[in-house]
């Protein structure tokens, strides 16, 4: 039997978390910002689909992309520089998490991003923790990703791509933005092919751990980032400004 929180509980120890299946820990509990914030600061996630109780996970070990390891392949590389699209920040947040849970993936039904974690996360975009990248072409959102900010870490959460590549050059302008910031380590949660295509690699959740307990303090960028922040990234000129 897994521990089951109350709405006061703390975590428990890491050491609690299942091997199989991919580190559940425990479940109960609630989505408020607090205990979101506090998760994420100790190496848990919330992740459950529609009909299952609040799931929270630690996998060991866990996907990780440092930005100085990130790969561009060629024909990534051809795209970046074509320049027929725009990157912003935090324009269209409520957009971009509904875009996620939209999407269909490989081996999956329905999504996990439910109505209550879509408000959930919602709040800690107000609240200044939650950032989403946007890909525009042609003045429609084609790409993005949106994820968790907390010191100098950075918690990735889902992505989509309605164009080729769109999530792919979210993903580069997000990477190339937070290596000029300082930051250290971009949480990828799991092992796909695609982000190890990207440079991800699995380290153990005790170095996990140990990572993330030294960029957490570090003072962070505060509230909604500036919309235009990776715009120049890959040599870019400035599109017009989102709505806010």
């Not at 919330?46 to 930005?67: A, K, T």
């Not at 968790?148 to 590549?165: L, N, Q, R």
């Not at 792919?168 to 910031?181: C, D, M």
Request: proline share 8%; net charge negative; charged share 20%.
């Amino acid at each position: 039997m897994i521990p089951w929180l109350g709405n006061t509980d703390s975590f428990p120890p890491l050491e609690f978390a299942l091997r199989e299946p991919n580190g559940l820990l425990c479940a109960g509990g609630d989505l408020t910002p607090q205990r979101i914030v506090q998760a994420y600061i100790n190496g848990i996630f919330p992740w459950y689909s529609p009909g299952e109780p609040l799931l929270w996970w630690s996998p060991d070990p866990r996907m990780v992309l440092f930005p100085d390891e990130f790969r561009i392949s060629h024909s990534l590389r051809k795209t970046l520089h074509k320049a027929n699209y725009q990157v912003r920040l935090d324009t269209h947040f409520e957009a971009v998490i509904q875009a996620c849970a939209r999407t269909s993936r490989r081996d999956q039904t329905g999504t996990w991003i439910t109505p209550e974690i879509r408000a959930a996360y919602l709040r800690l975009h107000k609240l200044g923790y939650a950032h989403s990248v946007e890909t525009w072409i042609d003045g429609e959102l084609a790409g993005g990703l949106y994820g968790i900010a907390i010191g100098k870490m950075f918690y990735g959460e889902s992505m989509f791509a309605h164009v080729t590549d769109a999530s792919k050059i979210a993903i580069a302008h997000l990477v190339r933005f937070l290596g000029e910031q300082g930051f250290g380590m971009i949480d990828c949660q799991m092992n796909t092919p695609h982000l190890a295509s990207l440079g991800a690699r699995e380290i153990p959740r005790d170095e996990f751990i140990h990572n993330l307990q030294r960029l957490v303090v570090i003072p962070p960028l505060c509230g909604r980032w500036p919309s235009e922040s990776a715009a120049f990234a890959w040599g870019q000129t400035p599109g017009p400004e989102a709505e806010p």
